[in-house]
């Protein structure tokens, strides 16, 4: 190794600019959830203060968990994100299958039909999106959401999947076939378990989106039964922007299920990407 | 089934249909079609369609001629647009070097705590629009006064002004918000990028004596300009469909004084109503495609333009 790539005063410099701008990530963050258990008086008078025993207070937990219908909006998100992401997982990984395993007339052009939606949002097609389910009934039902975001993930997942599919040996796959099992039991019992770690990817990368929209649920599920947590809170602060200490707890409460999937699906998160899952 | 010189010849065998691959396509291909294909398209029809005495009827090009000619809609559409462009010019010139910059930062070969740095700086990108930009309405309001305590702590008290609230620099607050929160992005693609590029390069690269900034600038930066491309289209695409963060920041009039109105804000303000304004399906639809005209223009420039010119090295 050369001397250059080395030297302690280079790597300290480096260091020192990653962990400046790593503050500037993590701050915004931290002052929230710090402030979120200190009573209103210091908030206000030492706002980078951790709660100390005589500060500390939950009365802007009391407050959001007393008003706002937080247990509604959370199970709301927890059902739609889950259910969209196993129809896409298992609808995607599906049709990556038959794209990357059968050749057959028109394989390419219905692969490049299902990758349209990789780079058009789908977004643009609200309008006509809130007719059907108004025609259909599903306004202010989760299944709308569900359908939406399944339709979202799909072209992303099938486009990653496919990659990995190319990867498995044909050999298994015709061992498989002399043995006597269907493509479907090929697909299922072959397949599948050994893309699970692609499968991981696709899951965080469809995950993040969903949880965070706030236009759909805005526009097809409004009403206060099926408000998804994103939605509940954005109305929540704005109802109680003067209360601080509800605030503050609100955008904490809403921090907390993101941090946790982080922390156990970072790895995952930053091996697919690096892996170049996506690029 | 392999072609022969006289393939014609031959009858074609009769395969057994393969039902599988039917079955493995079609939810996928139902739901993909019939929620996002078909809405966008039946989007695009509807924009050439509006309510004449009471009935919907065709009336081509005339909802185009009323965004771009009537002097309200012109004004409030090339507000949007430009705002948006400008919008769109600060992620890349603010959010995507940095981001570079960063992930060079990173890729410094045994460097410590990289996952560590790598986490932290990706966290900001999770978190939804509401939760970031009410943080950062917080941070900014002057109210709380954190953001000029800071600014004193370092002597510049005096630069703090209201941003958000003052028409001139809330769009530039919003934009560098919005900053902050996807430098995760170009980050971590790029960072992916320069790990790819093969150590025997970069050990060719030191025997010719060329290291440190040299070398970033004349052997990693061409060997990454795939990646800056996509991530150029994706900030692209991202910006010109933002909605959320302004939406939660500035509210639906993307004030003040729609100082902040972007296509997506404007896409919901036209098709929804707002106050006194009442919705409007059929030029929502307009705008939709407008937005799904200049979407397709800046995907179809990179595809067909700027990839096919850009040389993929193959290691």
Known sequence: MSKAR????????????????????????????????????????????????????????????????????????????????????????????????????????????????IMIP???????????????????????????????????AIFILSEFMRTVSDDLKNAGRIDGL?????????????????????????????????????ILAPAEATKTVTLGSQIFIGQFVTNWNAVLAALSLAILPILVLYVIFSRQLIRGITSGAVK | MSQTDNAADIVPIKRPMRWHIFV???????????????????????????????????????????????????????????????????????????????????SVPKLRGVAFYRTAMFLPTLLSFVIVGFIWKLILSPIWGVAPWMLDLIGLKFLFAPWLGKPGSALIAVSLISNWQYIGIPMMLIYAALLSIPEEVIEAAECDGITG???????????????????????????????????TVQGALAGPDMSTDILGTLLYRTFFGFQLQLGDRSMGATIATVMFLIILAGVSLYLFVIQRRMRRYQF
């Open chain 1, 6 to 117: 080395t030297s302690p005063i280079r790597t300290g410099l480096v260091h020192l600019a990653l962990s400046a701008y790593t503050l500037v990530a993590l701050f915004p963050v931290f002052l929230t959830i710090v402030n979120s258990f200190k009573d209103r008086a210091s908030i206000f008078r030492e706002p980078l203060m951790i709660p100390t025993p005589s500060t500390f207070s939950l009365v802007g937990y009391q407050t959001v968990l007393g008003q706002g219908d937080f247990a509604t909006y959370f199970q709301n998100s927890f059902i739609v994100t889950i259910v969209a992401i196993l129809l896409v997982l298992l609808f995607g990984a599906m049709a990556a299958f038959a794209l990357s395993e059968y050749r057959f007339r028109g394989n390419m052009l219905l692969g490049l039909y299902m990758a349209i939606g």
């Open chain 1, 122 to 156: 789908i977004r643009l097609g609200t309008v006509a999106i809130l007719q059907g389910m108004v025609a259909a009934g599903l306004v202010n039902t989760l299944t709308a959401l569900v359908l939406v975001y399944t339709a979202q993930g799909i072209p992303l």
């Open chain 1, 182 to 218: 269907s493509e479907y039991a090929i697909f299922f019992r072959l397949v599948l378990p050994l893309v699970r770690p692609a499968m991981a990817t696709v899951a965080v990368f469809t995950m993040i989106p969903i949880w965070n929209d706030l236009w759909f649920p805005l």
């Open chain 2, 24 to 106: 493995f396509m079609l939810p996928a291909v139902i739901v993909y079609s019939a929620v996002m294909v078909l809405p966008l398209i039946e989007t695009l029809r509807l924009s050439l369609y509006n309510t004449v005495d009471g009935q919907p009827a065709f009336v081509g090009l005339a909802n185009f001629k009323v965004l771009f000619g009537d002097p309200r809609w012109a004004h409030d559409f090339w507000n949007a647009l430009v705002n948006n462009l400008i919008f769109f010019v600060i992620h890349m010139c603010v959010q995507n070097p940095i981001g570079v910059a960063l992930a060079a930062l990173l």
């Open chain 2, 213 to 247: 900034w040299a070398q970033f600038w004349k052997i990693k930066l061409p060997l990454i300009l795939p990646a800056i491309g996509i991530i150029s289209i994706l900030t692209f695409v991202g910006n010109f469909n933002a909605f959320d963060l302004i939406y």
